[in-house]
């Protein structure tokens, strides 16, 4: 990453509906590419490289407050220290005096949350594949001693010929503590949260093994372990779910898509509600994942040390 410019340049161009940021990165404040609970990310153009590249900045709303500025930077400095292909790059950190902007590789392709809207669900093979990239980038991010803590379907990009890249980092720290704060509440979404999250316990590696558990349910079934769909239903709810209910097996929760039950029970461990319970690490549950696929049935020391309850 480039060296942090502490006085960035922000100005209007009078024959350019872009922003420029840095006098570097133009910016079309008009068209975002997409938003998240925090952050808004628009498409630009480095004007030295040439080369297209995604602006990152906080909602308006959140500019003001200084915990979450120094958490917005805090997560650039994070990323800058991340290199694997299934995460995504950082380029640089700008700081303007209203505004602190990271700027990133820029991915084309869509969302995995808009590829399951519009395809309803994946095949078995396809989940495959994106369960071994983000498995690998998320343990790239552990052997950080990092944890994500924010895996879900909309921060992850798939490219056309296939290629996951995890995004978002604005929720990740240090393994080992209770998840940090954000004014005073715990950020994620509900569909996705560990039990731990839930509770405020330590957080680590294995809190990612269950949200990414969540995402290969959703892919299979086009639903997330805990939500009905039901227009009623509230994120405390789900949240309880996480902490009370036991999800219904892939194969019996869309018995019409003829799911094996070697998925049930692949996704059965990934989803313990012990961190205990749950595979050691990711590429153990992508590992296993594939086997099915192949017709293996995993074995007694490949599961973690306890079973989860049933």
Aim: glycine share 8%.
């Amino acid at each position: 990453m480039s060296g942090l410019v502490e006085n960035a340049v922000v100005k209007e161009e009078l024959h350019d509906p872009r922003t420029l940021i840095a006098g570097r990165y133009a910016v079309d404040l008009d068209h975002p590419l997409g938003a998240g609970g925090m952050a808004i990310v628009y498409k630009g153009r480095d004007l030295r490289t040439r080369r297209d590249v995604a602006l990152k900045t906080l909602r308006i709303e959140y500019r003001s407050d200084p915990g979450s500025r120094a958490r917005f930077r805090h997560e650039a400095r994070l990323m800058a220290f991340v290199n694997h292909p299934n995460l995504v790059r950082v380029f640089d950190l700008q700081e303007a005096e209203d505004a602190s902007w990271v700027v990133m590789e820029l991915i084309p392709g869509q969302t995995l949350k808009a590829l399951l809207t519009a395809r309803g669900t994946l095949p078995i093979a396809d989940v495959a594949q994106l369960l071994n990239q983000l498995a690998a980038g998320l343990d790239h991010i552990h052997s950080l001693d990092l944890v994500h803590l924010d895996v879900k379907p909309q921060n992850v990009l798939v490219t056309a010929d296939g290629t996951a890249k995890l995004i978002d980092f604005g929720l990740a720290q240090s393994s080992g503590s209770a998840q940090v704060l954000i004014s005073g509440t715990t950020f994620g979404t509900a569909a996705y949260l560990a039990p731990e999250q839930v509770t405020g316990e330590t957080v680590d590696a294995a809190t990612d093994v269950y949200a990414l558990g969540c995402v290969v349910y959703e892919a299979l079934t086009g639903r997330s372990p805990f939500q009905t769909g039901d227009p009623g239903e509230v994120k405390r709810d789900v949240m309880l779910a996480h902490l009370e209910r036991e999800p219904v097996p892939p194969s019996q929760a869309r018995p019409e898509l003829g799911l094996p039950v070697w998925i049930d029970d692949v996704l059965r461990w990934a989803l313990a509600k012990k961190p205990s319970d749950r595979y050691r690490d990711l590429a153990t549950f992508a590992r296993l994942f594939h086997a099915g696929t192949l017709g293996r049935q995993q074995t007694s020391e490949e599961r973690p040390c306890r079973p989860p309850r049933a």
